[in-house]
């Protein structure tokens, strides 16, 4: 009696870690699934958004003598990034990301510009800067993080 019970309880334990195997597969494969829904969902807020602002799928960028606010800039590796700059200032910006070699066409005072880049494979932290002489010299500079 208390064999076949013993028994039927190696036999429950072993369905139990068979079954339990196959949920944490099934779970890892949902893990996975929650990215590509949530950067589908991003990319449908930036397309129909317009110029929302704010942390959503495209992100503002204001410039200024002589700095970026925000001067953090967070993609996916290989993403493309959008970023609408805009001048806040009084003299012509741009913005320029040295490790993929893009640079933004210079922004008037009072205007804004939607640019858009595509951030390296390799995650890291690198530097974008205004490329108008003497701004970065006087802290026209940021930091893309690639994570
Ligand atoms: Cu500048």
Known sequence: MTESRQKGFGQEGLAGSLSRRALLRRSALFALSIPVVSAALAACR?????????????????????KFSPNTLTAAPGATVTVTLKNVGALQHDFHVDVVNVTSPLVDPGKSTDFSFTAPSQPGQYDFWCTVPGHKELGMVGKLTVQ
Do not use: V
């Open 46 to 66: 930036g397309g129909g958004g317009g110029g929302g602002g704010g942390a959503g799928g495209k992100i503002t960028i204001e410039m200024s003598e002589y």
